[in-house]
């Protein structure tokens, strides 16, 4: 029996298997949504609790990846509308540009700020999309919407992000 | 396929943000993963499905109100 017929079929050392795989994987996902390691941590695995808990909803012939994508994906946004939190960049997070000057600073703060007073469905776009480099294709299948959806969503979030940092001071 | 983030991209705000967001590309737990799932496994409680206790439900309910049910019921216990 092969591996996805097997963690269907409720064998934790065929879910210990594609834990390993994709553990690395899914912590990324995660972490491009939540920017914080610990949170990301602790999320990747409710991630794959959801995912064994859901595992006879589970289609052995379709592809794990993408399910577990959409999973983890829901999972970051639970945690953002649950925690309504900024957006951190700890120490270990690759560094943005080090500022030159107290007004970079105060830019960066003030971005950074608008960012994470998006709402959750817009924010993870923009991450997704902006920072991530992430094709609309890619996000659409990730959130289980259309590109076009991706569309409207990128448009209304950049709007408002635009309008978030005009109010403070900031021209982009 | 045309990729339509071509239709309307918005380059400055792309720009704008990445001087204060950085991208992650290569980032990992530092740390194993797995004993904590495990954990988590062993500490979920085990779940009733809805339905078990809808029959529950039913079977109660059918003794409390026809009574003259239970000797057939214990007999197909």
Redesign the interface.
């Known amino acids: 029996m092969d591996l996805a017929k097997r963690f269907v079929a409720g064998d934790l050392d065929a879910f210990e298997t594609l834990f390993r795989e994709y553990q690395r994987s899914v912590y990324r996902w995660i972490l491009r949504i939540v920017r914080d390691p610990p949170a990301a941590e602790d999320l990747t695995v409710e991630a794959f609790w959801r995912m064994y808990r859901a595992r006879a909803r589970f289609d052995p012939s379709g592809k794990c990846g993408a399910w577990l994508r959409r999973i983890a994906i829901n999972v970051a946004l639970d945690h953002l509308r649950h925690a309504k939190q900024q957006v951190p960049l700890p120490e270990d997070l690759p560094a943005a540009p080090a500022p030159d000057s107290a007004v970079q600073r105060e830019t960066r703060s003030a971005i950074q700020r608008a960012l994470s007073e998006l709402p959750p469905r817009l924010r993870v776009v923009v991450q997704l999309g902006l920072v991530e480099d992430e094709p609309y294709g890619e996000i659409a299948t990730a959130l289980g919407i259309s590109a076009n959806a991706v569309k409207v969503r990128m448009f209304r979030a950049v709007r408002l992000l635009r309008k978030k940092l005009l109010e403070a001071g900031i021209t982009p | 396929?045309n990729?339509?983030?071509h239709?309307?991209e918005?380059e400055?705000?792309?720009k704008?943000?990445?001087?204060?967001?950085?991208?992650?590309?290569?980032?990992?737990?530092?740390?194993d993963?797995?004993p904590?799932?495990l954990r988590?496994?062993e500490a979920?409680p085990s779940r009733v499905p809805w339905w078990d206790w809808a029959l529950l439900a039913g079977t109660v309910a059918a003794v409390f109100l026809f009574p003259s049910v239970l000797p057939a019921l214990l007999f197909h216990l």
């Open positions: 396929m990729d339509p983030r239709d309307h918005p400055a705000m792309k704008l943000l990445k001087t204060a967001v950085s991208p992650i590309k290569d980032a990992e737990p530092r740390r993963l797995w904590q799932m988590r496994l979920a």
